[in-house]
């Protein structure tokens, strides 16, 4: 029997993180796949490393990883990304943030989706790149999310306000 319980919480979360961009080298963490005509079509692969501070001594939390795609042949590099921010950090280790969007380096990605801790999560990211010397960028990330705690150790409908799935049915 299938069951259900309803969850009306939502929380919000603020936080300042920061990616590192390297795209050539040894310690390189993005790859381009693809060359497009005149730059568009231009496709990266990456896992950028996410910290809590822009410095050598920050601690990696996370990491972006994902994909993305130049769309426009312009001087301002308009790409579009799908991203997902992979957790590792103690409270929120496992959890995802599925990002999408269509920016320029400076611009705003959407949140629509996540998973673990940050279930069913909306919101934005908005990215300001901080420092770029020779192959390396760092950015600043600003992440404001709304999301739904799920309780992943319910596993029947023994709350007062479950009800099983067949119950629905039963008034057709």
């Given at each position: 029997m299938a069951s259900y319980a309803i969850t009306p919480v939502q929380s919000e979360l603020k936080m300042t993180l920061y990616?590192?961009?390297?795209?050539?080298?040894?310690?390189?963490?993005?790859?381009r796949t693809t060359t497009g005509i005149q730059t568009m079509g231009t496709t990266w692969v990456f896992s950028w490393p996410v910290t809590d501070g822009p410095g050598p001594s920050a601690k990696i939390v996370g990491h972006l990883q994902g994909a993305g795609v130049q769309v426009?042949?312009?001087?301002?590099?308009?790409?579009?990304?799908?991203?997902?921010?992979?957790?590792?950090?103690?409270?929120?280790?496992?959890?995802t943030l599925?990002?999408?969007?269509?920016?320029?380096?400076?611009?705003?990605?959407?949140?629509?989706?996540?998973t673990g801790e940050l279930t069913m999560a909306r919101g934005t990211v908005k990215r300001t790149e901080i420092s770029y010397t020779g192959n390396t960028g760092i950015s600043e990330l600003k992440i404001h999310v709304f999301y739904t705690p799920m309780d992943h150790t319910a596993v029947s409908g023994n709350t007062a306000y479950s009800r099983r799935y067949d119950d629905f049915y039963a008034v057709l």
């Open positions: 990616n590192k961009e390297v795209y050539a080298g040894p310690d390189i963490n993005g790859l426009a042949n312009t001087p301002n590099y308009v790409w579009h990304y799908s991203l997902g921010l992979v957790f590792r950090d103690k409270r929120f280790n496992g959890s599925q990002i999408s969007g269509t920016s320029q380096i400076n611009g705003e990605w959407s949140i629509v989706g996540g």
